[in-house]
């Protein structure tokens, strides 16, 4: 019989702990979103509204980057889905959960919120959605850009690892940048977010993969 191919390979990966990987995935996001409304409803202190940049004012408003932005959930809960030991598993958990308490950290020393005024809910019905769920407080470090990048950089990884196409390789990229890019786009981020949150993904990512790899060898 011939060995499986890379989507079999990839298939066979989400059905290892799948039981453990479907309530770890639940549990950790109900358990950031707890945790990142209620210090949204009580800052310690008033938030530091975020300076705008030039690149702020470069990067047009539009909601056509609103599915893209809303696919983070999604997005997150692949890498783990495609881990395939328990032991790795366990570890990326441990390294996730490490990189939003370190942003919930910062959120309770530090509230920050972006600047008031910048989308006209008025006539933006779905951004008045969004902002009532979701508004425009915890803002730097960018949780969304960070838990992105985090997850883009792993799921490269992983999709190596069973030997995906280039073009999936390719299509994984181009979707975190989307991710990344609309938390700029639909202003529910400012620059300085965004590369607070790239930094804390970043270093996450580094970290937990060096681990990874002295793990799989």
Known sequence: MPAPGWFGRLFARTRRHAPLK????????TAFFVAYFWLLENPRVPPT???????DRAVPFSTVWLPAYLSLWLYVS???????????????????????VLGLG????????????LVDLA?????ALLQGIDATGNA????????????GLWLHRLLAEVGAPRALRLANLLWGVAIVYST???????????????VLGGLGAWGSLAWYGRLSR
Request: glycine residues 8%.
């Open 78 to 100: 692949l890498p783990p889905a495609f881990i395939e030991t328990r032991r790795a598993l366990v570890g990326y958990g441990i390294a996730i959960g490490a990189v939003c």
């Open 49 to 55: 509204v975020m300076p705008l940049t030039a690149l």
């Open 184 to 198: 700029l786009a639909i202003k529910q981020h400012v620059a300085i977010d965004m590369l607070g949150g790239l």
């Open 123 to 127: 006539n933006t019905p779905e951004m």
């Open 106 to 117: 910062s959120f309770v020393l530090w509230p920050t919120a972006v600047p008031p005024h």
């Open 140 to 151: 730097c470090p960018s949780m969304h850009v960070a838990t992105a990048l985090f997850s």
């Open 22 to 29: 479907a309530v770890g995935t639940t549990v950790y996001i």
